[in-house]
C-alpha cells in the first residue's frame, strides 16, 4: 500500500513538473509573439504615416526578434 501511494507520488510530480515547464514556456513564447506583434504594429504605422512601402514592417520584424529576447533573457535572469 505504501509503495503504491509512493508510486502515484512520484507520478503526479512528474506530472505537475511536465505542466509547470509548459506554462513557463509557454508564456515566454506568448510574451515573444506579442512583442515582435507590437514591433510589427508601430513598423506599419511607420509605413502608413511616412509612405515608406514595406521597409517599415521589415525594420519593425528585425528590431523585434532581438528585443523580445533580450526581454525574456532580462526576465528570465531576473527570476534566477
Known amino acids: 500500500m505504501v509503495s503504491e ?3 502515484n507520488n512520484k507520478k503526479n ?5 511536465a505542466v ?14 506579442a512583442v ?7 513598423g506599419n504605422k511607420a509605413d502608413e504615416c ?3 512601402g514595406p521597409y517599415g514592417k521589415i525594420i519593425g520584424i528585425l528590431l ?3 528585443i523580445g529576447i533580450y526581454s ?4 528570465i ?3 534566477m
Open 36 to 42: 515582435i506583434g507590437i514591433c510589427i504594429f508601430l
Open 5 to 7: 501511494k509512493n508510486k
Open 64 to 66: 523585434g526578434f532581438p
Open 72 to 75: 525574456i533573457y532580462k526576465k
Open 13 to 17: 510530480a512528474g506530472l505537475r513538473q
Open 20 to 33: 509547470q515547464a509548459f506554462s513557463i514556456l509557454g508564456g515566454i513564447g506568448f510574451y515573444l509573439v
Open 50 to 52: 511616412f509612405n515608406i
Open 77 to 79: 535572469r531576473g527570476n
